[in-house]
């Protein structure tokens, strides 16, 4: 579903994603995760085709997303951190747009079932102004999922959402990979991907430090220091046990 | 404590100066810093170093009479600014201080008072540049600079500090119960009082005006002067003729004769300021997140967020889920731009035209109301092919902020290119084909039998089909230039100060009319041509619209090549790049 081979993304002498090979099945969730600077929303916008990688090739449902963008886009969505919405759009204008520029024909009840999902049925003629920061979250999310995706990116998808808003996200994202998306998630939350994830991606300073599914990753460094859990992993795999194990940042002298 | 004040102030100008220092490696702001500096030395510097022109100097000055005059007038200016102060506003004091200001200053122990005096130190920066601003404007006039630069200053700080007093004195009057309303009657009374006894002393030792005389400058001038130096006027003027007074002075011995009394109501303003002890801390948080806001829309190209909150509007036609994408993007903008781009909107506007013209075609007779405004609509519609596309902006340059979003879609680069140019040129169309009709109706006839009615139709018919064309190449320029250059787009958009930001819009300006030179020069050839070969063979009227048909297919062909290389420059419109540069 989502194949990506050698890609690697240059910022003048910058190395921000190193060849970077992974691929993503209908029904998985997999986990991007890595310190600050990784290149994880790097590696995001150049799959949701937003950046032009420097080398490598993106195949998403078989398209080349360089080659053939549209048919690539068209079964994609792409969920940011801070969501991106037009200011004098009320949220029914949102649906519309989004429903003519993807040719969503009869998105009538699909939105309204989305509104309703998200808590947003009473909110149809507010601009974003008027919505706090986690309904225009919820908004971004309606918008995207209208056209029913087939790759789905999160990039901190809980960033804003109060606690029921996370409990209905995570069962959102299960219940899309189970009716066969290939999700890909970005967090630094790890109990989230841990939660949620199926398979990791341990990116630092642009390169690929470990990918495979949970169980594999967390039986290879169990089976070097006892149980692992995946933060106890990424402190490993990134090279920062002693911080990691230490429980806070060292003080400054 | 102050010290510390002193230094976040010097060290925030001094940072900021060296910062736009070091930005001139970049040869974007050295040539914007070049073209700025040329500009402003030709309109303000060169005259510093030419002597002024023989009986240049200030001679409107030389006379006592012109100096009551000027005095009272300015007086009389300042008394209306003041007054609005105390009418107009309707919430507490607020200083505005900048978020971060605010975080690290309110909770440390500083005292109110020091605290104005920050705002204050701080707002004489900006009062300093205008006076120097002034300064310079006003070299041309000769006379003595630094007489004008005090006497600037003078006026400006003492304004300052009234409008920060009377800020402190409405916010006393609301916490005493007197409410905003209240407040404005008992002003508008006192005015009202105040300007009754004016006109009654002028009605009973003055001579009514002759109204015949009124073409008669001298004469106004002359009855003007009386009242004001005559009477109650002078009494009531008399504090804010000596805030005035050192500017109009008009040798060194004058000044230091004004400067006295003019400082000395500066400092009684200053000691009104500092002893006010009124909170503001509320309202300035609530002013100061404001202006964050403000400062986040303007520096993203949102220039509709930082003017106001966008509220629901009605969309301009109900937008059908299937159909060419482009439409989509037309729907949005023209929502954006509000509520005056509506179908509706557009046929009532043309209706009530039509007849108010037609009416006037009627009534007005022989009279020469009918071509003037009739020029009028004409110059309006010059005007529009060159303004046009700086005043409506909702195309790429209001969505690029949103430029990563807008990449997610399933679209191809011309699309999105002729979508978002849609709005602003049907937006155009429709305001030119409104003053085309006008201008239609009032010039039949008028023009001496020069054209038939068909002839003027033919003109009417070919400009309306060519407008449109020329209006999607002239909205190409700006926005081409946008996404080429993003980095000087942003730099003129939302840090807008500085010499080398004047030169990037003049750079700009200019290279637009060039585009637009360029791409005019093909059609018109072709327009020329076939009307001059249609007119040996055909009437006039059949001649304009053949080569206006000519002229309208070569711009066509001119925005499509437009609208390709658009979506071009956007496919290659790399969003990190420009992030990170």
């Known amino acids: 579903m989502i194949q990506v081979k050698a890609l690697t993304k240059l910022y003048g002498d910058f190395v921000a994603v190193n060849e ?57 969505a792409f969920f940011t951190d801070e969501p991106r919405l037009f200011d004098y759009l009320t949220v029914q204008q949102h649906l519309a747009f989004t429903a003519r520029i993807y040719q969503v024909r009869d998105y009538e009840p699909v939105a309204d079932q989305l509104l309703a999902e998200l808590e947003l049925a009473g909110k149809k003629n507010a601009v ?58 970005s967090s630094h939350l790890l109990h989230l991907v841990e939660e949620i994830c199926s398979h990791i991606l341990i990116l630092k300073e642009g390169r690929k430090i470990i990918h495979g599914t949970l169980s594999e990753i967390t039986q290879k460094f169990s089976a070097q220091a006892g149980d692992a859990s995946l933060e106890e992993v990424f402190f490993r795999a990134t090279g920062d046990a002693e911080q990691g194990s230490a429980g806070e940042p060292p003080l400054p002298k | 404590m102050i010290s510390a004040l002193l230094y976040l102030q010097f060290h925030s100008i001094k940072n900021r100066t060296v910062m736009r220092i070091t930005r001139l490696k970049q040869p974007k702001y050295l040539l914007g810093a070049v073209v700025g500096g040329l500009y402003f030395y030709w309109y303000f510097f ?86 120097l601003l002034l300064t310079l404007v006003t070299n041309r006039l000769g006379g003595h600079s630094w007489i004008r630069a005090v006497g600037a200053w003078l006026i400006l700080s003492t304004v300052n500090l009234h409008l920060l007093g009377s800020s402190f004195a409405v916010t006393m009057l609301l916490d005493r119960g007197i409410s905003t309303w209240q407040r404005r009657l008992g002003i508008l009374a006192l005015v009202a009082v105040l300007t009754g006894a004016v006109i009654f002393w002028g009605r ?30 002078p009494y009531l003027l008399y504090p804010f003729r000596l805030v005035i007074r050192p500017i109009l002075a008009s040798n060194a011995l004058a ?22 002890n009124v909170a503001f801390e509320e309202a300035s948080v609530q002013a100061s997140r404001k202006l964050a806001e403000k400062f986040a829309a303007v520096r993203s190209g949102n220039w509709q967020a930082a003017q106001k909150q966008p509220k629901s509007k009605r969309p301009p036609f109900t937008l059908r889920p299937t159909g060419p994408p482009a439409v989509a993007l037309l729907w949005k903008n023209l929502i954006s731009a509000g509520q005056a781009f509506t179908l509706r909107i557009w046929i009532s506007l043309a209706a009530f035209a039509l007849c108010a013209t037609l009416l006037m075609k009627q009534t007005s007779g022989g009279s020469g109301l009918r071509p003037m405004l009739g020029m009028i609509a004409a ?88 407008m449109p064309m020329l209006n999607l190449i002239i909205l190409q320029i700006p926005n081409a230039a946008a996404l080429a250059f993003p980095a000087w787009f942003q730099s003129t958009k939302g840090a807008s100060q500085g010499i080398e930001a004047t030169g990037q819009r003049l750079i700009f300006m200019i290279g637009q009319l060039l585009v637009l030179l360029a791409t005019l020069i093909p059609a018109a050839a072709l327009f020329a041509g076939v009307f001059f070969l249609a007119r040996i063979l055909l009437a006039t009227a059949i001649a304009i619209q053949l080569a206006s048909i000519a002229a309208a297919i070569v711009l066509g062909v001119e925005a499509t090549f437009g609208v390709m290389l658009l979506g071009w420059l956007f496919d290659r419109f790399d969003v990190s790049a420009e992030a990170t540069s």
């Open chain 1, 20 to 76: 970077l090979d992974f691929a993503v099945q209908p029904g998985e969730v997999m986990g991007l995760v890595g310190p600050n600077g990784a290149g994880k929303t790097t590696t995001l916008r150049c799959l949701a085709g937003i950046i032009p990688p420097t080398r490598g090739s993106i195949h998403v449902c078989g398209h080349d997303l360089a080659q053939d963008p549209i048919a690539a886009k068209q079964q994609l």
């Open chain 2, 204 to 233: 009973q030792t003055l001579p009514a005006f002759d109204l015949s005389r009124s073409s008669d400058l001298q004469s106004v001038k002359d009855y003007i002067q009386q009242i004001l130096a005559a009477g109650p006027a």
């Open chain 1, 128 to 185: 974003p102004g008027e919505l706090s920061r986690g309904m225009k979250q919820k908004l971004a999310i309606a918008c995207g999922l209208l056209h029913a995706p087939r790759v789905i990116y999160f990039d901190e998808p809980l960033t804003g959402l109060d606690p029921i808003g996370i409990r209905r996200m995570k069962d959102s994202i299960l219940k899309r990979a189970r009716d066969g998306a290939a999700i890909i998630i």
């Open chain 2, 46 to 131: 060169r005259t510093i170093f030419t002597a002024p022109r023989r009986g240049q100097s200030l001679a409107l000055f030389a006379s006592p009479d012109n100096q009551v005059l000027f005095e009272s007038v300015g007086a009389l200016a300042l008394l209306v600014i003041l007054l609005l102060a105390w009418i107009i506003p309707h919430q507490r004091a607020a200083l505005t201080f900048t978020e971060a200001e605010v975080a690290f200053l309110f909770p440390a122990p500083i005292s109110r008072r020091a605290l104005i005096h920050f705002k204050l130190l701080r707002s004489q920066t900006a009062i300093l540049f205008t006076t």
């Open chain 2, 255 to 276: 000044f230091l004769y004004a400067l006295g009394p003019a400082l000395a109501l500066m400092l009684l303003h200053y000691a009104w300021v500092v002893r006010s």
């Open chain 2, 379 to 466: 110059m309006l519609m010059f005007w529009s092919v060159l303004i046009g596309p700086q005043l409506l902006r909702q195309d790429f340059r209001q969505d690029l902020p949103l430029a990563d979003l807008l990449k997610t879609y399933p679209l191809r680069g011309w699309q999105l290119a002729l979508g978002e140019l849609l709005a602003p040129a049907v937006a155009l169309t429709c305001i030119q084909w409104l003053l085309l009709m006008v201008m239609l109706v009032l010039f039949w006839r008028t023009s001496g039998g020069a054209l038939s009615w068909p002839d003027w139709l033919g003109v009417g018919f070919g400009a309306a089909l060519v």
